[in-house]
């Protein structure tokens, strides 16, 4: 398997483990303060990025140069869970997963600003069938609200997290300097426990832990060692290996696999004319990865 095959495997998982912070968090968000599961969320991570660095060998003086490297993306990133949990406070889950599908856009105008990566024509049309299917989730498939570009408070308060999402990717490609993809995903996610720190130090002391319900629990644990490790480590392996507007083209695949949550969890799927929009986002998937089977020149 090639360095880009890898890189492609890495965002197929990556989509998938995403996909469960959606269905999770809109569950156990109206209970806690989304600093403050964020803080919690990095904290486990980097229990368990360490122990991987420290079993590796990687976690030696030398090795750390250029702090501020990692307390910039790491307040990055922090910013776009924390933005994430506050806006499924009010937006469903398939919805913000919708919102998340717009980051691919932005990353590739980020990607050009930050790394001169030029986006192909074939990528280009696969990014705006792919707006076009999340805007029609987004707007849940009411042509009245779409014409008057009616969005939901969670969904606006959670795009401006996709804004630093989509802007940490070519971010990652740019600050590395050889580190491999588990002390690079160790260093920022420290680097964001400081900010973090710094944000959530009220709710850290205010809050009555023995009284937060089992699903929130659950959920920390589950986005702090799947969504939040796992991903950090398979975001950056991908994004070392494709450009940047192709690791985000995975996000695509999330609301599909928000659907499959949904289901599993017992919630129930989102009617036939949504459905459509998840289509469409698949389709610019496909779109996508054509390019890439057919030698795009920035694959």
Same mark, same amino acid.
């Given at each position: ?7 492609? #495997? ?6 998938? /483990? ?6 999770? #968090? ?20 980097? @229990?368990?990025?360490?122990? @991987? ?8 003086? =030398?090795? &750390?140069? +250029? ?6 993306? !790491?307040?990055?990133? +922090?910013?776009?869970? &924390?933005?994430?949990? $506050?806006?499924?406070? %009010?937006?469903?889950?398939?919805? $913000?997963?919708?919102?998340? %599908? /717009? *980051? ?14 030029? %986006?192909?024509?074939?990528?280009? $049309?696969?990014?705006?069938?792919? +707006? ?28 401006? !997290?996709? &804004? ?14 050889? =580190? ?6 160790? !260093?920022? %996610?420290?680097?964001?426990? /400081?900010?973090? @720190? ?48 192709? &690791? ?32 469409? *986002?698949?389709? +610019? ?7 890439? =089977? ?6």
């Amino acid at each position: 398997m090639n360095e880009a095959l890898r890189g492609h #495997g890495a965002m197929l998982l990556f989509s998938m /483990l995403v996909a469960g912070s959606f269905s999770l #968090g809109a569950m156990a968000s109206p209970f806690v303060a989304p600093e403050l599961v964020t803080v919690l969320r990095f904290g486990i991570a980097a @229990l368990v990025l360490g122990a @991987l660095c420290g079993f590796r060998g990687e976690l030696k003086t =030398e090795n &750390v140069t +250029a702090v501020w490297r990692y307390v910039l993306l !790491g307040g990055v990133f +922090a910013t776009y869970f &924390v933005l994430m949990f $506050a806006g499924l406070k %009010t937006a469903p889950a398939v919805s $913000a997963a919708a919102v998340f %599908t /717009l *980051t691919p856009i932005i990353t590739a105008i980020a990607s050009f600003v930050l790394l001169r990566q030029i %986006t192909t024509l074939r990528i280009a $049309a696969g990014l705006a069938i792919g +707006a076009l299917g999340a805007l029609w989730v987004i707007f849940r498939a009411d042509w009245s609200a779409f014409i008057l570009f009616e969005v939901g408070k969670g969904e606006i308060i959670y795009f401006w !997290g996709c &804004v630093c999402h989509a802007i940490y990717i070519p971010l990652v490609r740019l600050l590395n300097r050889g =580190e491999s993809a588990f002390l690079f995903s160790f !260093g920022t %996610t420290m680097g964001g426990i /400081l900010v973090l @720190l710094v944000w959530s130090w009220s709710a850290l002391w205010s809050t009555d832990y023995a009284a937060l319900p089992n699903i929130v629990w659950i959920t920390i644990l589950y986005v702090s060692i799947f969504a939040t490790a796992a991903t950090f480590v398979l975001g950056q392996f991908a994004s070392l290996r494709l450009p940047g507007a192709k &690791v985000m083209a995975y996000t695509y695949l999330i609301p599909s696999w928000v659907i499959l949550w949904e289901i599993g969890l017992g919630h129930g799927a989102p009617k036939g004319l949504i459905l459509g929009g998840v289509a469409l *986002t698949v389709v +610019a998937l496909v779109v996508l990865l054509k390019d890439e =089977e057919t030698g795009g020149r920035d694959g």
